[in-house]
């Protein structure tokens, strides 16, 4: 699938673009890795991690805003991971022009440069928040998604496409609240704040992620969005795993934010079948050969099906979250 490729990952320098490039060297045997990313001091320290693939690893300087540079680097490329965007939802908020640029604009250029270099295959990350957006983050990873999925008909006859893998907040990643709740805990506080005790969120890691992409590359036929099927855990049990002593307090959810993670809403699951341990969603265009392309397998999930983290049928306790925390890889 990846053996013998070149691939290119934007935003290739954060947590994922780095499990990402640990992950396909152990399990693949790819030509060529390109790391694009628009911030010199973690292509530095990236050099440094990664040394022992220093022949078949690339950093390449760039802003996905900058169409020409991705025809440079694009040149050649076979595979690409999207997985650059602005996303911190609060700053977002208050710099929405510049999430646009980033994450519509980008994705534009993404989508452009692919399909005139004649790249095979393009895997874009997604985020529950696109799903019924309430925040501008949201909102645009929504825009981004639906030009990645109609890209397919925008490549022509040419042989590049497009598909989208959907995933929430990783645990232990810089965005998530395992790192926050341990540093607390770390200096001593004995109250972890929760901004709302009924919220919750589904469970993914880092490599759980990864093993999604992999699959999307290797079986999308062009469209499709994938989806991980993950346990839920409540927040508060989550506090509780880290600080079974700590107090809970509440203090209201933050501008933008969703009680819970939603990955499925009732309007798509007109087309969406659901597989061992997976969901794909199917895209709703005339362009798109059901015969063809449906994946063998699947089973039509039922129309008004809703696959959200408050009404998932696995869920995980506070002693399953202590178990999962004590091999989980933290990002302060």
């Not at 690893?57 to 050649?76: N, P, S, T």
């Amino acid at each position: 699938m990846l053996n013998g490729k070149n691939i290119l990952v934007t935003g290739g320098t954060g947590s994922f673009g780095k499990k990402f490039v640990r992950m396909v060297f152990q399990k693949y045997n790819p030509n060529k890795v390109v790391i694009y990313s628009r911030d010199e001091y973690k292509h530095y320290l990236m050099q440094k991690e990664f040394a022992r693939y220093k022949e078949r690893l690339r950093f390449f300087i760039g802003d996905v805003r900058d169409k020409d540079r991705l025809y440079r680097a694009f040149d050649g490329i076979d595979i690409v991971i999207h997985a650059a965007a602005l996303k911190h939802v609060p700053l977002m908020e208050y710099n929405p022009i510049e999430a646009v640029k980033t994450n519509i604009g980008g994705a534009e250029n993404i989508i452009n440069a692919a399909i005139d270099t004649g790249v095979e295959k393009v895997i874009a990350l997604s985020t529950d928040k696109a799903v019924n957006p309430v925040n501008l983050y949201g909102a645009t990873k929504l825009v981004s998604d639906k030009l990645f999925v109609s890209a397919n008909a925008y490549a022509g006859g040419k042989k590049t496409r497009f598909a989208v893998v959907r995933y929430g907040n990783v645990a232990g990643s810089r965005g998530s609240v395992i790192p926050f709740f341990l540093t607390l805990v770390r200096e001593g506080k004995k109250e972890l704040p929760i901004t709302d005790f009924r919220m919750t969120r589904f469970w993914i890691t880092l490599e759980e992620g990864v093993e999604l992409v992999f699959r999307a590359v290797e079986e999308a036929k062009g469209g499709e969005i994938f989806i991980s099927k993950i346990p839920s855990f409540k927040i508060v049990d989550l506090a509780k795993a880290i600080c079974p002593e700590c107090k809970l307090v509440e203090v209201g959810i933050r501008e933008g934010e969703k009680l819970h993670e939603v990955m499925i809403t009732e309007e798509d699951s007109r087309s969406t079948y659901e597989y061992d341990d997976h969901y794909i969603i199917y895209p709703q265009f005339d362009w798109w050969d059901w015969k063809k392309h449906l994946k063998e397998g699947g089973k039509k999930v039922p129309e008004g099906f809703r696959y959200s983290s408050d009404t998932n049928t696995d869920w995980l306790s506070v002693d399953d979250l202590k178990e999962k925390l004590k091999t989980l890889d933290v990002v302060f």
